[in-house]
């Protein structure tokens, strides 16, 4: 079983960087076909993907985000991190990391259970 748990601050002042880590366990972040993700849902709003960093260490970023995204990984201890910066208030939400499966059916098919970060002074 694939367990996967968001840490970090949850209270961010505007202008500064975001940063949260992912722990996997039950499955290496290595693993083919297997790309990790973090979304993220602020209130009242539906769900919006970041980015994710693939099993290879290749990353993508949303476009709307992408000036200000940074995902990284720490493979000896089976982590990726997410780093926004020069945040808003408008980056208020619930973060979420999740593992996309390439195999069929082709979905999320784990979640962290999410954190919440409040841009803030």
């Known amino acids: 079983q694939v367990q996967l748990q968001e840490s970090g601050p949850g209270l961010v002042n505007p202008s500064q960087t975001l940063s949260l880590t992912c722990t996997v366990s039950?499955?290496?972040?290595?693993?083919?076909?297997?790309?990790w993700s973090w979304i993220r849902q602020p209130p009242a709003k539906g769900l919006e993907w970041i980015g994710y960093i693939a099993y290879s260490g290749r990353t993508y970023y949303s476009p709307s985000l992408k000036s200000r995204t940074s995902i990284s990984r720490d493979t000896s201890k089976n982590q990726f991190t997410l780093q926004l910066s020069s945040v808003t208030p408008e980056d208020t939400a619930v973060y979420y990391c999740?593992?996309?499966?390439?195999?069929?059916?082709?979905?999320?098919?784990?979640w962290g259970q999410g954190t919440q970060v409040t841009v803030s002074s």
């Open positions: 999740a593992r996309y499966s390439d195999y069929v059916p082709k979905t999320f098919d784990y």
């Open positions: 039950g499955g290496s972040i290595t693993t083919n076909r297997y790309f």
